[in-house]
C-alpha cells in the first residue's frame, strides 16, 4: 500500500458524460500526478498540482481538467466522453515540487470504460 | 521532449534463469531514472531509483540497475527469477529540474514459468 488512495476503483459510462475521479496524496505530500494509461498510448503524464496549484501539463485534452483542494485531494474531471478515454487512471504524489531526491507514489488507479 | 524505449515488449524466463530488461532514454541533459513494476491488477511500485552517484543501483526484490550515461541507457538486472516476479516492469525518465512528472517506456511484460 503506498498511502496514496483513488477513488471509484471501476467507473462505467456512456459517451458525451462527465465523470470525476479522485485522488488523496499520501501524508504530508504536496504534490500531486495524475496518469493515463491505455494499450494504445501507454503511460502518459496528464497534469501536476502542488499546493494547490496547477505546475505542468503533459499531453492533457481540452475536454480534461483537474484541481488540487486546500486538503491536498485532488480531482480530475473528465468531460464528453468518448470511447478512447477508455482507460487506467493513476494519480501520484510526492512531498515537494522541486526535489531531486523525491520519488512518486502512485495509487491503485481507477479503471474508467466508456460504453 | 525526452523518450523512453524499452525494446523488450514481453520476455519469457524459466525460474532461476538471469533476467536483463533493456531501458535507453533520449535527452542530453541531467536525469533522474527509474523502475517501476506492476503485478496483476496492482498499482505501480517503485522497485529502484537513480539519482546521482554509484552508477549501479539496488533495489528490492533482489533486482538492480546500472546506469550507463554514455549509452543512455538504465538496464533492469536480476540473477535469478521466480514465478512471483511476473509482472509488467516500467522504465521512467525524470528530467532534472523540471517539474518532475515522468516519462515512461512502454513497458515490458514479463512472465515467469515455474
Known amino acids: 500500500d503506498s498511502g496514496v488512495t483513488q477513488t471509484p476503483k471501476h467507473l462505467i459510462t456512456a459517451t458525451g458524460q462527465r465523470v470525476t475521479l479522485r485522488c488523496s496524496p499520501r501524508?504530508?505530500?504536496?504534490?500531486v500526478y495524475w496518469y493515463q494509461q491505455s494499450l494504445d498510448q501507454g503511460l502518459q503524464f496528464l497534469i501536476q498540482?502542488?499546493?494547490?496549484?496547477?505546475?505542468a501539463k503533459g499531453n492533457i485534452l481540452e475536454r480534461f481538467s483537474a484541481q488540487q483542494f486546500p486538503d491536498l485531494h485532488s480531482e480530475l474531471n473528465l468531460s464528453s466522453l468518448e470511447l478512447g478515454d477508455s482507460a487506467l487512471y493513476f494519480c501520484?504524489?510526492?512531498?515537494?515540487?522541486?526535489?531531486?531526491?523525491?520519488?512518486?507514489?502512485f495509487g491503485p488507479g481507477t479503471r474508467l470504460t466508456v460504453l | 521532449a525526452q523518450s523512453v524505449s524499452q525494446h523488450n515488449h514481453h520476455v519469457i524466463l524459466s525460474e532461476a534463469a538471469s533476467l536483463e530488461l533493456g531501458c535507453n532514454y533520449s535527452?542530453?541533459?541531467?536525469?533522474?531514472l527509474f523502475w517501476y513494476v506492476q503485478y496483476p491488477g496492482q498499482h505501480l511500485q517503485l522497485l529502484l531509483k537513480?539519482?546521482?552517484?554509484?552508477?549501479l543501483v539496488k533495489g528490492i526484490k533482489g533486482f538492480e540497475a546500472e546506469f550507463i550515461k554514455s549509452k543512455f541507457s538504465f538496464n533492469l538486472r536480476k540473477p535469478s527469477v521466480q514465478w512471483s516476479d511476473t509482472a509488467e516492469y516500467f522504465c521512467?525518465?525524470?528530467?532534472?529540474?523540471?517539474?518532475?512528472?515522468?516519462?515512461f517506456g512502454s513497458g515490458t511484460q514479463l512472465t515467469v514459468l515455474p
Open positions: 498540482y502542488y499546493n494547490g496549484e496547477e505546475r
Open positions: 537513480y539519482f546521482s552517484g554509484d552508477p
Open positions: 535527452y542530453g541533459g541531467t536525469v533522474n
Open positions: 501520484a504524489s510526492s512531498p515537494r515540487l522541486m526535489s531531486s531526491t523525491d520519488t512518486q507514489y
Open positions: 521512467a525518465v525524470m528530467i532534472s529540474g523540471s517539474a518532475r512528472q515522468l516519462t
Open positions: 501524508s504530508g505530500d504536496l504534490s
